[in-house]
């Protein structure tokens, strides 16, 4: 049967990003029939060799902070522990070198690892809501940390689930990167952001959710707090933008309850990808203002992004930076949706 889906290619106002779809290279994935709730959580003893399992904290530089298991035989329920591999150093101060074209600088900021939790094979989609919010939790406490503390670091938080994500260890964990610079990728999308906002008069996040709402056709999942869809020009299939319906330019100011409704959509979202596309590598971000303060940032909007390790670049993309996307984002939606 010959696809619905014709080839087109998509320009992304926001990220600026011109992505190629090629609906005709891929067609509907084939679906497992486990649900994500039908997965026990895979409990086990520490396993050797792993450093993020409880009892092998000789393995680690240090424990930077805890958050316990109130109420239960656990020792901790998230952990965080400077990275031990760190690319970047607090103490560094950053001072620019040139010699011709080229510039160097000392590598300043801080690099964390957050243990989600002490079993060693037990991902996001095994944990329960309360542990997933867990996670949230502690991501906002070093988020926030930092953020107060060093101000001129701005922290990235992210997570990479398999391999092919860039996951080098196998106990579920995310990562905390903040360096003392806005990261190019971010500034970019926050000038285009500026830029839309003045053609527009409103924030441009604000007016894609209302669209994404009135066509239906990309999105996942919505409820009163949070919209979660396939992105118009979306890069890679199946990437997921999860935002808040309220405009909010900033994740720290996330809220204990909505954080809680989060961590249901979280869950929810990623045991789709779990269920329909048997479990892929993927990379989540969350992309913040770059600001922590954004009293004048009526054009950001904070958003969590989830893009699963479904495709890789070839020689066109990387020559050119245009994105060929095998798939179509309302076909994608659609799967995720769990449409027949």
Request: a negative charge; hydrophobic letters at 35%.
């Amino acid at each position: 049967m010959a696809s619905a889906y014709t080839p087109e290619t998509r320009r992304d106002r926001i990220t600026n990003q011109w992505v190629a779809f090629a609906p005709s290279r891929s067609g509907r994935p084939k679906h497992t029939t486990a649900e994500p709730d039908a997965t026990p959580g895979r409990e086990s003893p520490p396993v050797e060799g792993c450093p993020f399992c409880p009892g092998h904290e000789e393995m680690l530089p240090s424990i930077r902070w805890e958050l316990d298991a109130a109420d239960s035989p656990l020792p901790w329920q998230t952990r965080v522990v400077p990275n031990k591999y760190s690319a970047l150093s607090p103490d560094r101060p950053a001072q620019d070198q040139t010699c011709g074209l080229y510039q160097s600088r000392a590598s300043r900021g801080r690099q964390e690892v957050i243990i989600e939790t002490p079993h060693h094979y037990q991902s996001l989609t095994d944990l329960s809501v309360p542990q997933v919010d867990a996670v949230l939790q502690t991501y906002l406490e070093r988020y926030r940390t930092i953020r107060r503390r060093d101000t001129d670091l701005i922290p990235v938080l992210f997570r990479n689930h398999g391999a092919s994500a860039g996951a080098s260890i196998a106990h579920p964990h995310s990562q905390l990167i903040a360096p003392d610079f806005p990261p190019p990728l971010i500034q970019r999308e926050e000038d285009a952001a500026r830029a839309r906002y003045d053609e527009l008069g409103r924030c441009p996040y604000c007016v894609m959710i209302e669209e994404e709402l009135t066509a239906e056709a990309r999105l996942v999942r919505t409820d009163e707090d949070f919209v979660v869809f396939v992105p118009y020009a979306a890069e890679v299939p199946y990437e997921m933008w999860i935002l808040p319906r309220t405009h909010a330019p900033e994740f720290g100011r996330l809220t204990a309850p909505k954080r809680e409704v989060l961590a249901r959509t979280l869950r929810d979202v990623l045991g789709r990808l779990w269920a329909r596309l048997d479990d892929p590598d993927y990379n989540f971000f969350v992309r913040t203002a770059l600001d922590y303060d954004p009293d004048e940032a009526p054009h950001l909007h904070w958003s969590l992004r989830i893009r699963p390790r479904t495709t890789v670049q070839a020689g066109y993309e990387q020559a050119t930076g245009l994105r060929i996307n095998p798939s179509i984002p309302e076909r994608d939606a659609a799967v995720l949706r769990d449409d027949t």
